[in-house]
């Protein structure tokens, strides 16, 4: 299967298949940038990534946003069909995860060792045209980069190695906020190094191979290696190459690397930032790095996460990759699981499909959901639909919900449960309420409302199916 080396093959692949505007025309970096990645977001499922070679002010300035922006770029970045239905990008990033792990290969000759800012040089704004995204950011922020850490206690051992998604806000010419969630592996790592009274030594990487964009924001064991998922995914050994600071193994064809260490014991102020919930996150005290080295290619593509008011990119790079790794864990208990749409807002709300056993199974499938690792801080509503329903087609989701729900019996309301501090519903912060909703139709000895008879759709309608898709394509 196709995969890429780097971001620039991936580039080349959406501009190849028609996927990528260039815009050399000059624009402003505010709120030209964003404004135009929001305007694609509106466009729905045709939205393009967008590639700005020309942003005032700047004398050398390229600009990628939304790569991964929508459906056909989701599965060009992992070497499907453009045309691949959401449904199947699902289920084929299910059948590759049982790949995991492909081990990555060293590499040697990184195009990010072509230049190199040390010492007093180190400056992010000689190297990154940076820009705010949404127009309430406490500052400037990098928003898709790949950060690498490893544990202090177990330097060696590459499968505690983590590559993560988290954002980044600039703060100096040298200097960058970090927020490491409490659930996420490098607060893991973070907590280890302070308590030995040391720095975490880190490297962040911009620009990079989409299968490891997708991998490193998959919520995944923490002894389960990113990069060995990153394999997987895209069928292929990742190539990595040593950061020449840290000795951290880094995607070999990175655009920009910068390499320094996570300060111990010291937090700042950090935010607000416009998150994937469509609402800001306040200030928060946050870790600090500290940027001792950049390496990075000449001409370097800033690739850049585009969010806003959901549906924006964020939505498409981590939606499959939530309904992976729920799909896998609720299987193991429940094979009678068909499917999983957990793609609204990272699993806040998922949708799972059954075939049930006995009356109350598809509730006990669905409080199954909120205690799995991911949904322990997601997964505040599930909704259970019986397995002739599509989780990924909300128009029968929501016939599920206008006809086989009754509000009185349905719903399996809990109180105080765990959330992400992030959710800006959860009261207190990080606690909410949770609620499964049973859109399925009751089975004995269950044996609630008038579901015996449903209208199904005639035998011959596969047959029709065939007929009319040929006859749309022969138009
Ligand atoms: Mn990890």
Not at 49 to 77: C, E, K, M, P, Q
Not at 276 to 289: D, K
């Amino acid at each position: 299967m196709t995969h890429y080396d780097d971001f620039r093959a991936f580039l080349d692949a959406l501009d190849g298949a028609g996927r990528l505007v260039r815009i050399s025309e000059p624009v402003d970096a505010e709120p030209d940038l964003a404004a135009a990645a929001t305007a694609a977001a509106r466009l729905g499922d045709r939205e393009p990534a967008l590639y700005f070679t020309s942003v005032n002010g700047f004398t050398d300035a390229r600009v990628a946003l939304n790569a991964h922006g929508s459906w056909a770029n989701h599965a060009i970045a992992l070497g499907m069909e453009p045309d691949t239905p959401v449904r199947e990008q699902v289920a084929e990033l299910t059948r590759r995860w049982d790949d995991f792990p492909v081990a990555p290969t060293h590499r040697e000759g990184a195009p990010f060792l072509q230049n190199t800012l040390e010492g007093s040089e180190v400056d992010l704004f000689r190297v990154l045209p940076l820009f705010r995204v949404n127009e309430g950011d406490g500052g400037f922020f990098l928003d898709k980069a790949a950060v690498i850490s490893r544990d202090p206690d177990h330097w060696d051992d590459t499968d505690r190695q983590n590559v993560g998604i988290y954002r980044l806000q600039v703060k100096g010419t040298d200097k960058l906020g970090l927020q490491p969630g409490t659930i996420h592996d490098v607060a893991q790592h973070l907590r280890h190094s302070e308590e030995r009274g040391e720095d975490l030594p880190i490297a962040i990487a911009v620009g990079n191979d989409p299968a490891v964009t997708i991998a490193a924001s998959t919520p995944m064991a923490y002894d389960q290696s990113e990069y060995e998922m990153a394999g997987a995914l895209r069928g292929a050994p990742v190539p990595l190459a040593k950061g020449p600071l840290t000795g951290l193994d880094v995607p070999w064809g990175a655009e920009v690397l910068l390499e320094g260490a996570v300060l111990g014991r010291r937090r700042e102020f950090e935010g607000p930032f416009g998150e994937f919930t469509g609402h800001y996150s306040g200030g928060r005290a946050m870790a600090v790095i500290r940027v001792d080295r950049i390496s990075y290619r000449t001409d370097p593509v800033f690739e850049h996460l585009h969010l806003g008011r959901p549906w924006t990119e964020i939505d498409y790079l981590m939606g499959p990759s939530t309904c992976v790794p729920l799909f896998k864990q609720l299987r193991e208990d429940f094979p009678e699981v068909v499917a999983v749409n957990a793609m609204y807002t990272h699993g806040l709300v998922a949708i799972v499909s059954v075939r049930p056993r006995q009356g109350g199974f598809a509730r006990a499938v669905g409080l199954r959901a909120m205690t799995t690792r991911h949904g322990l801080g997601y997964c505040k509503i599930v909704i259970v639909v019986d397995e002739d329903v599509d989780p990924f087609d909300l128009p029968q989701v929501m016939w599920a919900l206008s006809t086989k729900v009754n509000p009185d019996e349905d719903m399996v309301h809990l109180s105080n449960m765990s959330i992400l501090p992030l959710d800006p519903s959860s009261s207190p912060v990080g606690i909410s309420g949770k609620v499964v909703i049973d859109a399925t139709a009751p089975v004995e000895p269950d044996r609630r409302g008038r579901h015996g008879h449903p209208v199904r759709d005639h035998p011959e309608t596969q047959r029709w199916l065939r007929v009319l898709r040929e006859r749309i394509k022969e138009r």
